[in-house]
């Protein structure tokens, strides 16, 4: 299965090669004990930022290499070839999700305060706007922001929130006017008085990632710490969604990559009647077709993410995206993981793992019911 694509440039051979590297020799040897403990050590993730991987996209007087969509994509996808999602996550929650409501809305004073820290791995961001009633439907949070002398009261709950418990700066969503969609983003520093971690949650699949309800009990913070305009905040988490759902169609095709790969190898070996697996007609027929679904996915990512480097508004084209690669990624994982037979249904095994972590990329940035419909408003 070929890694190149028609959007390839030169430097994103060596990038793929730079992160393969750092999985191999940091993450994969290590990670099933990091899924025991629920989180990604921050030693790991502070290498990241020293290898220059933290800042892709970011303005180098910060430290960042001021690359483009097409090289970020180019480390989602080659970031996803680890076959330990929460680790992934973990990154791109930071790299994708989080930081760039900095990059983009920051002003100098807030970018020379936090982002070359950002950048170093010193500082791990997480983001908060889904809430217990408001997950895909961003306009439904209910955790409200007022002013108050100079600076702003916080009150609310967030939910589901990756990095949640160990990360140190939240970018947090509330609701600053009476209007559905009058919202702002603010920052806040873990340590803030009123500012606490509800519970630490249990899931199905990515482990290593740590995930949190954040609690906001009059959580009071500086009037600096309002990033862009004041009741403009929807806008800016609907521009964010963008990148975040392009980096999860990355997570995906590269889920669909590894699984493949790991179910070649397998079937080639397995022997069953009389010969190897792969001597069944069915098997060789429902991997092949796999592939070449995998393989139109990743054109179609690569082509949403060279679209953004033109400038052009891609909403429809990247929901597109975000609702088919994740449904591919359970049709294509749950398939490889069945012909696996029973090693398939073992704990510890990379193809279960890849199973039970791919479940939530249906789900997770915006459910695939949620991305078809915004598909449909815009024809």
Same mark, same amino acid.
């Given at each position: 299965?070929?890694?190149?694509?028609?959007?390839?440039?030169?430097? +994103?051979?060596?990038?793929?090669?730079?992160?393969?590297?750092?999985?191999?020799?940091?993450?994969?040897?290590?990670?099933?004990?990091?899924?025991?403990? #629920?989180?990604?050590?921050?030693?790991? /993730?502070?290498?990241?930022?020293?290898?220059?991987?933290?800042? /892709?996209?970011?303005?180098?007087?910060?430290?960042?290499?001021?690359?483009?969509?097409?090289?970020?994509?180019?480390?989602?996808? *080659?970031?996803?070839?680890?076959?330990?999602?929460?680790?992934?996550?973990?990154?791109?929650?930071?790299?994708?999700?989080?930081? %760039?409501?900095? +990059?983009?809305?920051?002003?100098?004073?807030? !970018?020379?305060?936090?982002?070359?820290?950002?950048?170093?791995?010193? /500082?791990?961001?997480?983001?908060?706007?889904?809430?217990?009633?408001?997950?895909?439907?961003?306009?439904?949070?209910?955790?409200?922001?007022?002013?108050?002398?100079?600076?702003?009261?916080?009150?609310?709950?967030?939910?589901?929130?990756?990095?949640?418990? +160990?990360?140190?700066?939240?970018?947090? *969503?509330?609701?600053?006017?009476?209007?559905?969609?009058?919202?702002?983003?603010?920052?806040?520093?873990?340590?803030?008085?009123?500012?606490?971690?509800?519970?630490?949650? !249990?899931?199905?699949?990515?482990?290593?990632?740590?995930?949190?309800? $954040?609690?906001?009990?009059?959580?009071?913070?500086?009037?600096?710490?309002?990033? #862009?305009?004041? #009741?403009?905040?929807?806008?800016?988490?609907?521009?964010?969604?963008?990148?975040?759902?392009?980096?999860?169609?990355?997570?995906?095709?590269?889920?669909?990559? @590894?699984?493949?790969?790991?179910? $070649?190898?397998?079937?080639?070996?397995?022997?069953?009647?009389?010969? %190897?697996?792969?001597?069944?007609?069915?098997?060789?027929?429902?991997?092949?077709?796999?592939?070449? !679904?995998? @393989? *139109?996915?990743?054109?179609?990512?690569?082509?949403?993410?060279?679209?953004?480097?033109?400038?052009?508004?891609?909403?429809?084209?990247?929901?597109?995206?975000?609702?088919?690669?994740?449904?591919?990624?359970?049709?294509?994982?749950?398939?490889?993981?069945?012909? +696996?037979? #029973?090693?398939?249904?073992?704990?510890?095994?990379?193809?279960?793992? $890849?199973?039970?972590?791919?479940?939530?990329?249906?789900?997770?940035?915006?459910?695939?019911?949620?991305?078809?419909?915004?598909?449909?408003?815009?024809?």
């Amino acid at each position: 299965m070929s890694n190149t694509s028609i959007y390839d440039h030169p430097d +994103h051979e060596l990038l793929r090669d730079q992160i393969a590297r750092f999985i191999e020799r940091e993450v994969e040897p290590h990670a099933a004990v990091w899924e025991e403990q #629920g989180f990604v050590p921050r030693e790991v /993730l502070r290498r990241m930022g020293q290898a220059g991987l933290f800042g /892709l996209m970011y303005e180098a007087q910060y430290g960042g290499a001021a690359a483009d969509a097409m090289t970020n994509l180019v480390f989602a996808e *080659a970031l996803s070839q680890s076959t330990f999602a929460g680790f992934i996550i973990t990154v791109l929650v930071h790299t994708d999700m989080a930081s %760039p409501h900095l +990059h983009h809305a920051g002003t100098p004073a807030q !970018k020379d305060k936090y982002l070359r820290r950002v950048i170093a791995g010193e /500082l791990i961001t997480a983001v908060g706007i889904t809430e217990p009633g408001a997950g895909s439907d961003v306009a439904g949070i209910r955790t409200k922001a007022r002013r108050d002398g100079d600076g702003w009261v916080i009150n609310g709950t967030k939910m589901f929130i990756t990095n949640g418990v +160990h990360a140190d700066l939240y970018f947090v *969503a509330a609701k600053t006017g009476p209007g559905k969609r009058d919202m702002s983003i603010f920052m806040v520093e873990k340590g803030t008085p009123g500012f606490t971690v509800g519970r630490a949650l !249990k899931k199905t699949g990515w482990l290593s990632s740590d995930t949190a309800e $954040l609690v906001f009990d009059n959580v009071r913070i500086p009037a600096g710490n309002l990033l #862009g305009e004041e #009741g403009k905040g929807f806008y800016s988490v609907m521009k964010n969604f963008q990148t975040e759902r392009i980096a999860l169609g990355a997570m995906a095709v590269g889920h669909c990559q @590894r699984a493949l790969q790991l179910t $070649l190898a397998y079937v080639h070996q397995r022997q069953a009647f009389g010969g %190897p697996l792969w001597d069944q007609q069915t098997i060789r027929q429902r991997l092949s077709m796999l592939d070449a !679904k995998t @393989r *139109a996915a990743r054109q179609f990512m690569y082509h949403c993410a060279w679209r953004v480097t033109q400038g052009h508004d891609i909403v429809q084209e990247v929901s597109m995206l975000k609702a088919l690669t994740g449904e591919l990624v359970n049709e294509v994982v749950q398939t490889c993981q069945q012909f +696996h037979g #029973g090693m398939g249904f073992i704990r510890e095994t990379a193809i279960e793992r $890849l199973w039970r972590d791919a479940r939530v990329l249906a789900i997770g940035g915006g459910a695939t019911e949620v991305m078809l419909e915004e598909v449909a408003k815009r024809y």
